[in-house]
């Protein structure tokens, strides 16, 4: 039986966990909120346990379809056993329609499709707002090698492609999300984090109605009842 002991990290949104096995964590998803660096706060009531859940079902999707993951098991609504990684300090940003930053730098309007899946990174750094980089800079900073860059870029597109197949079928359009990988001990590049209306734009396949953070970061109301749809969407319930 796996169990937690001391706390490594406090996150936003997540509690990361030591457990009696070295190869281990446990993440414990919060219901706190956060937005624009942390600037804008809240909670958003049951967020945790639907993240959760949401994230560990999609992360079983892509182990199937070929894409490896951290996810080992969830312990219960709010935590689950993953395997512990070095987290490459990237935010992967995977953009189909153009919304939020993206509308904003290139003067699209939101709801644009891309012709192309576009494909960005970000440096996970809070104190310096996360900025954008290219591969370039991730080289000459040794954040992560050629190879795992190459491994990185094409694991999202795979991502991309089994997600937003499996969301149509939940009367969801996948927008763009946001990605973190992680390197095992054994050296594996595998997905990490968490894959969640935190960390994705999710809108209504018909009204385009947002069922993601957007509704928290652009006070639109209707936050739980945005996520609890997602839940209900993708588990059934
Ligand atoms: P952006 O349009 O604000 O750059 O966001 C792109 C996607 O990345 C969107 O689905 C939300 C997600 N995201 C995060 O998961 N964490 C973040 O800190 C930011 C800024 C965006």
Redesign the pocket.
Known sequence: MMEKTAQLYEGKAKKVFATNDPNYCIVSYKDDATAF?GLKKGTILGKGAINNRVTNHLMRLLEKNGVPTHYVEELNDRETVVKKVRIVPL?V?V?NIA????SKRLGLPEGVKMKRTVLEYCYKNDDLG?PMVNEYHILAMEWATEEEMDLIASYSFKVNEVLTEYLKEAGIEL????LEFGKTADGQIVLADEISP????FWDIKTHEKL??DRFRRDLGGVEDAYQEILRRLLGE
Not at 99 to 102: I, N, R, T
Not at 198 to 201: A, K, N, P, S, V
């Open positions: 660096n935010e940003i953009r919304a939020g930053s993206l996360d927008v763009d999300f946001k935190d960390t994705c734009r993601d953070k």
